[in-house]
């Protein structure tokens, strides 16, 4: 079900990717590699990559950056020499 790819450079994790789950049982197993496990799941539907599952904690994170990322743009819109 599950295939393992080597992280990009840029990656810090390996990503499993498995076929769209089509029994209960194999959506509970996604469910645990990245609750349980903190492995983010890509999952393909007919070969093509149409979502990831990830942990509550990565997602958080990854919220985090995103905020950071947009105050960062905001930050560099004001004058700060008039302040």
């Known amino acids: 079900m599950a295939a393992r790819q080597p ?8 990503l499993i990717y498995v076929e ?7 959506y509970a197993r996604v469910l ?4 349980v496990e903190r ?4 999952v393909r539907r007919r ?4 979502a990831a599952v ?5 997602l958080r994170v990854l919220q985090d950056a995103l905020a950071y990322e947009k105050a960062e743009k905001l930050a560099a819109r004001i004058d700060w020499s008039g302040l």
């Open 7 to 14: 992280k990009p450079e840029s990656s810090p994790v390996d």
């Open 20 to 26: 769209e789950p089509h029994r209960i049982q194999e």
């Open 32 to 35: 645990d590699r990245a609750a």
């Open 39 to 42: 492995q983010p799941v890509v």
């Open 47 to 50: 070969g093509i990559e149409v």
């Open 54 to 58: 990830i942990s509550l904690e990565h």
